[in-house]
């Protein structure tokens, strides 16, 4: 019986495929095209889409445990769901889901509000499962990071609240240590819903003081604009996506991004190690560059 990976081609997927194969665990990849990436050695390829039944029906006959990523699509909660349902008729009972914090706080913001909806699920059924949590993923930057450079602006509306960004290879790790716990476990294990959140409080005005450092020339915060963020956002992407990406900077503005007290000191628990810190992260994106 091996471990189904959803979204194994993408940023946290391809990460937890690459833990999961290194510690010598089964792993299918479930992917919608053939040969995209390159897997692991002893990974299997599993081809499928979380809007064709049959597919991921089949994929999930010969699973043990899965991890569920849902990427943020128009229809993210069916495919949840359904993903869901189909994991409980194949009598799976080793789940690790990936959410986001704070998704019942930001009730207005689609992709959030479609993840408490998949939490309540898991919760209403009682299904063994752990949820992920995880804070602003650091690795978004780089979408921005051509505009930090060529311009001396950061351009993310974050405010002065307070986002615990997160690496995306400490999420990939915490969720490795989660599957492989279930997984080896010789009884479901309880539901627990875990906070990933990284190990400093950063604001707009820090994260651009950072970046100068690492570039040697000022950088400056762009600004708490979420209107201009959602126009300029549009011009690279779909207006649904850029609009669910306002709301979210928006309910940044207004709670921040804070785990709980002891979340960060939990993550580093169960990683065995430090989190990695945003300064190192920018750091790495300016010599990559």
């Known amino acids: 019986m091996s471990i189904l990976v959803t979204g194994a081609t993408g940023t946290i997927g391809s990460l937890v495929v690459q833990g999961l194969a290194s510690a010598g665990a089964e792993v299918s990849a479930f992917v919608r095209t053939p040969g995209k990436q390159s897997f692991p050695t002893g990974v299997k390829e599993v081809v499928g889409d979380l809007t064709d039944v049959p597919s991921l029906r089949a994929a999930l006959s010969s699973v043990r445990t899965l991890f569920l990523l849902n990427a943020v699509t128009p229809d993210e909660v069916t495919q949840a769901l359904v993903a869901l349902n ?12 990936l959410s986001v914090i704070h998704a019942d706080k930001f009730t207005d913001v689609p992709h959030f509000t479609g993840k408490h909806t998949v939490e309540r699920m ?17 690795q978004n930057e780089r979408m921005v990071q051509q505009v930090i450079q060529g311009y001396g602006v950061y351009p993310m509306p974050i405010d002065s609240t307070g986002v ?18 279930r997984d080896r476990a010789t009884a479901p294990a309880p539901r627990v819903m875990l906070e990933l959140v990284g190990p400093e409080l950063l604001t707009g005005e820090s994260v651009a ?26 011009t690279s992407g779909p207006s649904w996506l850029a609009y669910d990406m306002r709301l979210m900077m928006a ?6 991004m804070h785990g709980a007290d002891g979340a ?13 810190k945003y300064t190192d992260f920018v750091k790495e994106a300016v010599a990559a560059s």
């Open 86 to 97: 189909l994991a409980r008729e194949a009598g799976i009972e080793r789940i690790v889901y």
């Open 122 to 138: 898991i919760e209403s059924l009682d299904i063994p499962a752990t949820i992920l949590r995880p804070a602003y993923f650091m």
């Open 164 to 181: 615990a960004m997160i690496d995306a290879r400490d999420i990939a790790d915490a969720a490795v240590a989660e599957l492989l716990r």
């Open 209 to 234: 003081k950072i970046w100068s450092a690492a570039l040697g020339r000022e950088v400056a915060y762009g600004g708490d604009d979420v209107v201009a963020f959602e126009a300029q956002m549009a």
């Open 251 to 256: 309910g940044i503005q207004k709670f921040g």
């Open 264 to 276: 960060a000191d939990r993550l580093q628990a169960i990683l065995g190690r430090p989190l990695r």
